[in-house]
């Protein structure tokens, strides 16, 4: 079968487009004949190596398509082997696209419990594009940040695919989101996909600003991919959540312990989704008109023109790959 494949890590340029063995499947497992799949920040740290992961393997952890053998159109849900607790994965979870081989590929074997009906009103593209930016906003709001309709809730770096996807759940929910991000077309585009308001955090003073918006005090609960912990902080109300799911501008985040408690601040760490909130999601999508928000669209071969676009910072939406 054709695949890209990561032999060496690196730049884009690791991404290779050449014949892989096909997949075999294990004791219950499938086969998947792909459709599409769709690029993550993850992505691009196991290509280079950021992740630890060895070479060589086929990255990609979205992805949608036909089961072989039964015709099923399917959805794939990247979070393997979760566990049996709900608030936090086992030791044997991973996340699909490295070291298992993911969906960068014309086929892919997964376990049975891992491929859902595709939601019917999705295309192959937008399907590729929800399962794990989807399932990672999904439950950085609900299982982790425990948002309610009618809360405000703050999403960093609008134009991103958890942060849109988070965006678009929200305000399903009846939640009132702001949004940040360096780029003003990126907020005005987060205001049409229902945003209430969108602040530049390259300018000084944006966290007075959020607070400002907010009212009471600040937002709710605020969603930080980026490390940026006390700037998140900052834009909290007394008692509210704030929900860590990313390191992309630090590594370290420092927190003064005595404003902390005495704000009755909670701090909450995710990653991923428990086969639960995975079925959540797709329940929302489902019983709702939204779609996934498209960046664009590219075939297969051309895996490193998407890994450098999201490297760029240049993507509103999920870089989606076509592969049939």
């Known amino acids: 079968m054709q695949a890209i494949v990561v032999r060496e890590h690196g730049a884009a340029e690791a991404l290779r487009l050449e014949e892989w063995p096909e997949p075999q499947p294990g004791p219950d497992e499938v086969v998947v004949e792909l459709r599409a799949a769709a690029v993550n920040r993850r992505d691009t740290m196991v290509r280079s190596g950021k992740s630890g992961i060895p070479a060589p393997f086929v990255p990609g952890s979205d992805g949608a398509g036909v089961v072989r053998g039964t015709g099923q159109e399917v959805v794939i849900n990247p979070s393997l082997r979760w566990g049996e607790r ?3 994965p086992g030791e044997a979870f991973e996340i699909l696209g490295g070291p298992s081989d993911g969906t960068y590929a014309e086929l892919i074997a997964v376990p049975r419990a891992n491929v859902l009906p595709k939601p019917p ?3 192959w593209q937008e399907a590729a594009a929800l399962p794990l930016a989807g399932l990672t906003a999904y439950r950085a709001l609900f299982a982790r940040g425990r948002l309610r309709g009618g809360e405000t809730v703050l999403v960093q770096g609008a134009g991103s695919g958890v942060s849109t996807f ?6 399903q929910e009846g939640a009132r989101v702001l949004v940040t991000s360096s780029s003003q077309e990126k907020l005005d585009r987060a205001i049409e996909l229902g945003a209430a308001a969108g602040v530049l955090y390259t300018q000084a003073g944006w966290t ?3 607070c400002s918006i907010a009212g009471r005090g600040g937002v709710d609960l605020a969603l930080d991919s980026a490390g940026n912990w006390q700037d998140s902080l900052h834009c909290l109300r007394k008692g509210g959540r704030l929900v860590v799911f990313g390191a992309t501008a630090s590594e370290e985040a420092q927190l003064a312990p005595r404003p902390f ?4 601040y909670s701090l909450l760490g995710t990653q991923m989704g428990s086969p639960s909130d995975f079925g959540g999601l797709l329940r929302v999508v489902n019983g ?3 779609k996934p928000v498209i960046d664009s669209v590219r075939p297969l071969a051309e895996a490193a023109e998407a890994h450098r676009r ?3 910072g ?3 939406g999920k870089l989606v790959l076509e592969i049939a």
């Open 208 to 210: 007075d600003e959020v």
């Open 261 to 264: 408690y005495n704000a009755q």
């Open 86 to 88: 709900e608030d936090a």
């Open 121 to 123: 009103r999705l295309d």
């Open 310 to 312: 999201m490297e760029a």
């Open 288 to 290: 709702s008109a939204w």
């Open 314 to 316: 240049e993507q509103l």
């Open 166 to 171: 988070a965006l678009q759940l929200a305000v």
